[in-house]
């Protein structure tokens, strides 16, 4: 049944020809990666999108993937997501009303300063929206130093959402540890305005679901049982794992890094378990092994995109039907598009 799916997958894309552009994310499974025209980290696959002259841009990713392929492509173009429920949890985690709600709050407790919000790339068109607004900027794990900076420029304090594990490790990055404070909107003991007041970076209280299971024992165990290897992690990763690996970076710096190792060496991979098994396949003559072992980093909302799905657009489309389009409200495709040209000034 799979090589019958596979063939099928083939014959659609064979026919569609060049007016259709499939990415694949990292972390999608290989049935899914073998059939895309660029695999890639969330932002290179929205560029990928923006240089192509597609029709149809088919992203097998999460939705404010393919949100942020919609804001950066051509009006004429359109994007498609193979199923409506890869929403990753942590981009829902800062949802743009209840930001708006927490904002007030923030900027009371610090009336005289200038609070600059950035957002990761992982969070939803309306909040890049809201950040724009405020004078803001989007900004992805490799480059959120440099927007950092770009916030101190302009303002007093930052506020970063939704991610508080790489608001930490950049925090850390600039030497600005020991001047952080995290926002908890669904804890009253969780907002403490002195706390902000005091603080030069304020985290929002979210995470990856995935990445926030590693822990500093998996990379003790996995040094245990292979003396020689090298670990690289990725900054949605707890402080302490980070900490204790020795290379961090996006899903792009861990392809890389694989990539130019040399033969012999062992990386254990500290991220979603399909990138890591995508590179042992794609780099026979490294050892990869997954960071903890057998315990199975699997991100749900990547593996909603299932081959059948893929199909499905791919047939609709043959059929003159367009499925599961990923339209950004025109107003706030603009403003967000904003948040994300700052990002790209810097
Ligand atoms: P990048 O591919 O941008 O590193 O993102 C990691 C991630 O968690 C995407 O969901
Ligand atoms: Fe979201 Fe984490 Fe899954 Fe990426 S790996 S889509 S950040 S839950």
């Known amino acids: 049944a799979e090589s019958e799916r596979s063939k099928r997958i083939a014959a659609a894309r064979d026919e569609l020809g060049d007016d259709v552009l499939v990415l694949g994310h990292n972390y999608q499974r290989r049935e899914i990666v073998e059939h895309a025209d660029f695999i890639?980290?969330?932002?290179?696959?929205?560029?990928?999108?923006?240089e192509s002259d597609a029709d149809y841009v088919v992203f097998c990713g999460v939705t404010f993937m393919a949100e942020s392929a919609d804001i950066i492509t051509d009006d004429d173009q359109t994007v498609l997501l193979p199923s409506m429920e890869a929403s990753c949890p942590m981009a829902g985690m800062a949802e743009a009303l209840q930001v708006d709600a927490a904002w007030a709050e923030i900027t009371a407790a610090a009336p005289d300063e200038t609070i600059v919000p950035v957002t990761y790339m992982n969070s939803y068109a309306d909040l890049k929206a809201f950040c724009a607004d405020q004078g803001g900027l989007v900004c992805t794990s490799s480059n959120a130093h440099r927007a950092?900076?770009?916030?101190?420029?302009?303002?007093?304090?930052?506020?970063?959402?939704?991610?508080?594990?790489?608001?930490?490790?950049?925090?850390?990055?600039?030497?600005?540890?020991?001047?952080?404070?995290?926002w908890d909107p669904w804890d009253p003991e969780g907002k403490d305005a002195d706390e902000v007041a005091d603080a030069d970076i304020v985290l929002w209280e979210g995470y990856c679901q995935v990445h926030e299971r590693f822990r500093e024992d998996h990379v003790a165990q996995v040094r245990d049982e292979h003396p020689d290897a090298n670990v690289v992690v990725h900054p949605e990763?707890?402080?302490?794992?980070?900490?204790?690996?020795?290379?961090?970076?996006?899903t792009s710096t861990i392809t890389d890094t694989v990539a130019d190792a040399d033969a012999g060496e062992t990386w254990a991979i500290g991220t979603e378990i399909h990138l890591a098994n995508h590179l042992a396949r794609w780099h026979p003559e490294v050892e990869v092994v997954p960071l903890c072992g057998d315990a199975c980093m699997d991100c749900n909302a990547m593996r909603q995109i299932d081959p059948n799905y893929l199909t499905w657009v791919l047939d609709g489309l043959r059929e003159g039907q367009e499925r599961n389009v990923i339209e950004v409200a025109p107003g706030e495709k603009e403003r967000a598009a904003v948040a994300l040209d700052r990002m790209l000034e810097i």
Request: aromatic letters at 8%.
């Open 148 to 182: 950092f900076e770009w916030a101190f420029e302009r303002g007093d304090k930052v506020l970063f959402l939704p991610d508080k594990h790489l608001g930490e490790n950049t925090a850390h990055r600039l030497g600005m540890e020991d001047s952080t404070a995290v």
């Open 40 to 50: 890639g980290d969330s932002y290179a696959l929205s560029q990928r999108a923006a």
């Open 237 to 250: 990763c707890r402080r302490e794992v980070v900490e204790a690996a020795d290379v961090v970076g996006s």
